[in-house]
C-alpha cells in the first residue's frame, strides 16, 4: 500500500494529516500503538517544519508538507517532504536527560523520541527539499506472542 498526503504549513491542518494517516493504518490493520507512535512523528516533524522551516528565506511562495507512506509486509515506512531551509535533524544531539530538568536546553526531546520509535532513520537534501525516511516495524501476531 502506497499513499501521499499533502498539508499547508498550518498547525491547523496537522489534526486534518493525523486523522487521515489514523484511517489509513487502521483499513490496514495496524496496531493502535504504532499509530500512536506515528502521530507523535507527526506532530513533531510538522511542528518542527512549520515553526523553523524559514520559508521566507528559501523563497517558498507556497510550502506545502507532504508525507508519503507505506506498508509493505511488516514495514512501515513514513516520507516527509518540506521545502523549507536545508536542515539534517538526524545531525541533532540527543537531549541530555540525565541534566536536572531546570538546566537543559528548551528543544531537542520530540527528535529523540522520534528516532526512539523509528527502527530507521534517513536525511537527504534533494534540490530545495528536506526529506527524511522513517521505518518502523509492525508487529505480526506471533512476534507479539
Known amino acids: 500500500m ?9 498547525h491547523a491542518r496537522v489534526d486534518d494529516l493525523n486523522a487521515s494517516l489514523e484511517a489509513v493504518l487502521a483499513n490496514n490493520g495496524v496496531s493502535r500503538a504504532i499509530q500512536c507512535d506515528v502521530r507523535l ?7 518542527n517544519s512549520i515553526e523553523h ?10 510550502h506545502e508538507l507532504c508525507v508519503d507512506i507505506g506498508i509493505r509486509a511488516n514495514l512501515l515506512t513514513l516520507e516527509f517532504r518540506e521545502s523549507g531551509a536545508a536542515f539534517n535533524p538526524l545531525d541533532q544531539p540527543p537531549p541530555d536527560l540525565d541534566a536536572d530538568i531546570l538546566d537543559r536546553p528548551t528543544g531537542g526531546l520530540g ?10 532513520a534517513a536525511y537527504q537534501r534533494i534540490g530545495n527539499y528536506n526529506v527524511l525516511r522513517l521505518t518502523l516495524r509492525i508487529p ?5 506472542a
Open 111 to 120: 527528535l529523540h523520541l522520534v528516532r526512539q520509535v523509528a527502527e530507521e
Open 53 to 62: 522551516g524559514d520559508v521566507a528565506r528559501v523563497g517558498a511562495e507556497e
Open 140 to 144: 505480526t501476531e506471533e512476534s507479539d
Open 41 to 47: 512523528i507527526v506532530e513533531e516533524l510538522a511542528s
Open 2 to 10: 502506497q499513499m501521499r498526503l499533502f498539508i499547508p504549513r498550518e
